[in-house]
T-cell receptor
Framework: NAGVTQTPKFRILKIGQSMTLQCTQD?????MYWYRQDPGMGLKLIYY???????DKGEVPNGYNVSRSTTEDFPLRLELAAPSQTSVYFC????????????????FGPGTRLTVL | GENVEQHPSTLSVQEGDSAVIKCTYS??????FPWYKQELGKRPQLIID?????GEKKDQRIAVTLNKTAKHFSLHITETQPEDSAVYFC?????????????FGSGTQLTVLP
């Protein structure tokens, strides 16, 4: 298994440009997440999905959009990029099929380093 | 919502010494507390976790303790080695939702000096 993969690894955007960060997992996990990590800070949740067709906002969703048309893919869309969106973006997935009492590991992708100038 | 505070932000220890990182959380109903290790330029990886019905958990040189009354949990690394140098993040799973969202602390940069 490749696990969680993300593309691209690096990207430089100009203010106002748009882009899509790709995330794919091959572990058949039902839950997927997008985080951003600013320098010297922890991870903040942008959006998450509990299954295909279902998405919801996390702590910092403004300026982003997501979709989940398949179990495997969870792309993150940035519209009108701003310097405040300069960050490292991590996608993660987990298998939460065990029900309300289950807590399973989140597996992270390698990250995308985005700079907005 | 849940708030997780982590300290210290940086920690340097001599090789072979122990390291302790502490986190506090705000929501007394939180049930799950994982610790992630992130090496420079790499992805975070789970190293140990603890559920709210357990007070302590060990895995070789790593242990986590949980004090639900005081709402804090700690990571203990014994006999530290240079490869333990990394950023460590604590997290808490706030209750009430089904998404298993995690609230992360701000991280501790651990440096093990040879």
């Amino acid at each position: 298994n490749a696990g969680v993969t993300q593309t691209p690894k690096f990207r430089i955007l100009k203010i106002g440009q748009s882009m899509t960060l790709q995330c794919t997992q091959d572990m058949n996990h039902n839950y997927m997440y997008w985080y951003r990590q600013d320098p010297g800070m922890g991870l903040k949740l942008i959006y998450y999905s509990v299954g295909a067709g279902i998405t919801d906002k996390g702590e910092v969703p403004n300026g982003y959009n997501v979709s989940r048309s398949t179990t495997e893919d969870f792309p993150l869309r940035l519209e009108l990029a701003a310097p405040s969106q300069t960050s490292v973006y991590f996608c993660a997935s987990s298998d939460q099929s065990g029900g309300a009492g289950s807590y399973n590991e989140q597996f992270f992708g390698p990250g995308t380093r985005l700079t907005v100038l | 919502g849940e708030n997780v505070e982590q300290h210290p932000s940086t920690l340097s220890v001599q090789e072979g010494d122990s390291a302790v990182i502490k986190c506090t959380y705000s929501d007394s109903a939180s049930n799950y507390f994982p610790w992630y290790k992130q090496e420079l330029g790499k992805r975070p990886q789970l190293i140990i976790d603890i559920r709210s019905n357990v007070g302590e958990k060990k895995d070789q040189r790593i242990a986590v303790t949980l004090n639900k009354t005081a709402k804090h949990f700690s990571l203990h690394i014994t006999e530290t080695q240079p490869e333990d140098s990394a950023v460590y993040f604590c997290a808490a799973d706030p209750p009430g939702g089904s998404a298993r969202q995690l609230t992360f602390g701000s991280g501790t940069q651990l440096t093990v000096l040879p």
